[in-house]
């Protein structure tokens, strides 16, 4: 990986050296295995292939300063892929197993892990799939749970580039009482129809608002939306949204710079008088939002000035940055060297 270059590498798959699989069967996970492949063997009647029960994470290993890797928040990870496991009656993935599989997913590939200042991460990806053969609609028996990670560039190369975003009325990502709270592939397949709709009318994500009313704001494609003013911070409180574990440390920080959070519900007529907004996850951290267009009644609000995000935003986003490169002090205790 001498040659590559860091800054302008994608946010994409490169191939690494090793995955990390364990299999459920029987009751009962059985021992880590290492393996160079990058394709799996499963079975074609698979739960996961037919009826969506899959599950998977995202997050990120950081290389500090002082050539120690990071990891974030992994036990959020572990406890959001524990509450998707049940959410959709697959097996559990024990915390301690979770860990063990990032960090040696993670060790094994160091030499794929990006070199400080680059602003580069390791992405992780745990993956979680039910793999008995069943046709009948029925949780599976055996599972498979995997951890592969692929190098990724900073996800803004020249500074914050912010966001155009386009409100989608005539698809929901998630009903109320549906599988929004869980990260589940399905929910995925669920937002395409509006991720498609932004994109092809010249937007980068969708606003998804309530699924039942219309009235509140939801997410942002598959980021949690967040508004600031009169020095506090406001995010969406609904049954539908992904607990976003940037979106906990982000709603942390602001607290400890004084700020006010609230996290209730955000009608979409509150949108206007936000100082600033901008969508929050592992991939971004904040991507600011600059405009944002009604595609049913063609209206739209302007946030950054100048293509400039706000000065809280950029505040937040540069001491978690700070804070998951280890250039700043953890005072939450957010982070774990690993190796
Ligand atoms: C993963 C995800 C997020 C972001 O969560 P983080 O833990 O901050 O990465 C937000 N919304 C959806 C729908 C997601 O799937």
Not at 180 to 192: E, F, R
Not at 199 to 207: H, L, Q, R
Not at 253 to 281: H, N, Q, W
Request: proline residues 5%.
């Amino acid at each position: 990986m001498e040659n590559t270059d860091w800054k302008n590498l994608p946010f994409g798959y490169v191939k690494t050296d090793y995955n990390i699989r364990c299999y459920y069967r029987d009751g009962k996970w059985g021992e880590l295995e290492v393996t160079s492949k990058d394709h799996i063997d499963i079975h074609i009647a698979a739960t996961c292939l037919h009826y969506g029960q899959q599950a998977f994470e995202g997050m990120k290993a950081f290389m500090g300063k002082d050539g120690n890797i990071r990891l974030f928040r992994w036990q959020e990870n572990a406890k959001r892929m524990v509450s998707s496991a049940e959410g959709i009656f697959m097996a559990q993935v024990p915390k301690e197993l979770f860990k063990e599989a990032v960090v040696k997913a993670v060790l094994m590939n160091r030499k794929f892990m990006p070199p400080h200042g680059t602003g580069a991460a390791l992405y992780i990806r745990p993956l979680l799939l039910g793999t008995g053969a069943q046709v009948g609609v029925k949780p599976s028996n055996e599972y498979m749970f995997m951890v592969f990670v692929t190098p990724v560039g900073p996800y803004f190369k020249e500074g914050f580039n912010p966001v155009k975003i386009a409100i989608v009325k005539d698809s929901d990502r998630a009903a109320p009482l549906g599988t929004g709270q869980i990260k589940v592939g399905g929910n995925y397949a669920a937002s395409l129809r509006g991720v498609m709709r932004a994109i092809d009318a010249g937007y980068g994500s969708p606003m998804y608002l309530d699924a039942k009313e219309k009235k509140y704001i939801d997410e942002i494609g598959a980021a949690n939306f967040f508004g600031i003013k009169n020095n506090t911070y406001i995010t969406p409180k609904s049954d539908s949204i992904l607990p976003s574990i940037t979106n906990m440390s982000v709603m942390a920080i602001a607290e400890d710079m004084g700020m006010k959070v609230e996290r209730r519900p955000v009608a979409l007529d509150e949108l206007e008088s936000f100082e600033e907004t901008g969508a929050c996850g592992t991939a971004a951290i904040i991507a600011p939002i600059g405009e944002v267009h009604d595609l049913e009644t063609g209206k739209t609000i302007n946030f950054c000035k100048d293509g400039k995000p706000g000065p809280i935003s950029e505040k937040i986003y540069k001491r978690l940055l700070g804070i998951q490169f280890g250039d700043e002090e953890d005072k939450f205790g957010w982070t774990e060297i690993i190796g």
